[in-house]
């Protein structure tokens, strides 16, 4: 099998959805100004490949699906950094970014001067994946950073990330971005109930699906057209939530804290009064950030 084939083959099974994420990621960077989440290594954890034909033509993602799309994933990447900028500030010095897929904050390290160790979580065959891509970039996790291999589906959360060297006795901030659609209800119970149990202060902050019901006309035919092109390619959505319901379950759990943020709120936090128009047209997802 040559390199090229290696690699064909390790994207699929690592997952379409985090390679149309970090492409999302990339494009922001090429097209949108100004930039709200300026990520040096977006484009690079591409592979060089894919980084060129990127920069080439960027326009091939723009379209407004793929806009208010990309508009989604910079929001909620940002909304998770800056519960994790606040939470560090707060004494959290522990940070597990759960199905990284090809997200770059280990290897941005923004919190490392503060003692911030950060414990990356996904499935091992995304995990060979994106170590490949990184090597074929010439880059590396930081020193703080490491990778966990565990299937949230399968395997043990609480173990994988002991045996990796996570305090359970201190407070930690989960980042969980682009993967509760894909999970059932007792899976992501299971992950929400674990940081639970974690000491004061720990917090998570994730993107989840809205009850189909709730949504407008605009927001149901995007979601509708985004689970499809996800079920086509092998990644079905399985859940989704009441945001009230959701809040309540939270709290029953023993969060103190929990906002869901819409598109509305998004919009108007990270993407007001743009000469360019870049806005998120929600697509059914909400990001939640609730803390212990």
């Not at 996904?122 to 490949?132: G, L, M, S, V």
């Not at 901030?173 to 007792?186: A, I, K, M, Q, R």
């Not at 109930?193 to 902050?205: E, N």
Request: with cysteine; glycine share 8%.
């Amino acid at each position: 099998m040559t390199n090229h084939q290696k690699t064909a083959a390790g994207r699929q099974e690592a997952g379409g959805s985090a390679l149309r994420v970090a492409m999302a990621r990339a494009v922001h960077q090429l097209l949108d100004e100004p930039l709200v989440f300026a990520d040096p290594y977006a484009l690079p954890i591409l592979g060089p490949e894919l980084e060129h034909r990127l920069r080439e033509d960027p326009f091939t993602l723009n379209d407004p699906m793929a806009r208010s799309m990309r508009a989604a994933i910079v929001a909620r990447t940002l909304c998770a950094e800056d519960e994790l900028r606040m939470a560090t500030e707060a004494g959290v010095r522990q940070c597990v970014i759960l199905g990284a897929g090809l997200d770059t904050l280990a290897l941005r390290a923004p919190h490392a001067a503060m003692g911030l160790r950060m414990f990356e979580v996904d499935h091992p065959r995304a995990q060979q994946f994106k170590r490949e891509l990184m090597a074929q970039a010439g880059i590396a996790l930081h020193g703080s950073a490491v990778m966990v291999p565990v299937d949230l589906r399968q395997g043990s959360l609480a173990h994988a990330l002991e045996r990796a060297g996570l305090r359970r006795d201190q407070p930690a901030f989960f980042s969980w971005l682009g993967v509760t659609p894909y999970l059932d209800d007792e899976a992501i119970w299971a992950v929400l109930d674990f940081i639970a149990r974690l000491p004061p202060g720990s917090a998570v902050t994730f993107d989840y699906r809205v009850a189909p019901q709730r949504l407008n006309a605009i927001e149901r035919v995007m979601e509708e057209h985004v689970a499809a092109m996800f079920a086509a390619m092998g990644e079905p959505w399985l859940s989704a939530f009441e945001p009230e319901a959701l809040r309540a379950r939270l709290h029953e759990m023993g969060y103190a804290h929990a906002v869901s943020l819409g598109s509305a709120d998004l919009n108007g936090r990270y993407f007001a009064r743009r000469k360019d128009g870049l806005q998120t047209a929600g697509g059914g997802l909400e990001v939640m950030c609730a803390r212990v």
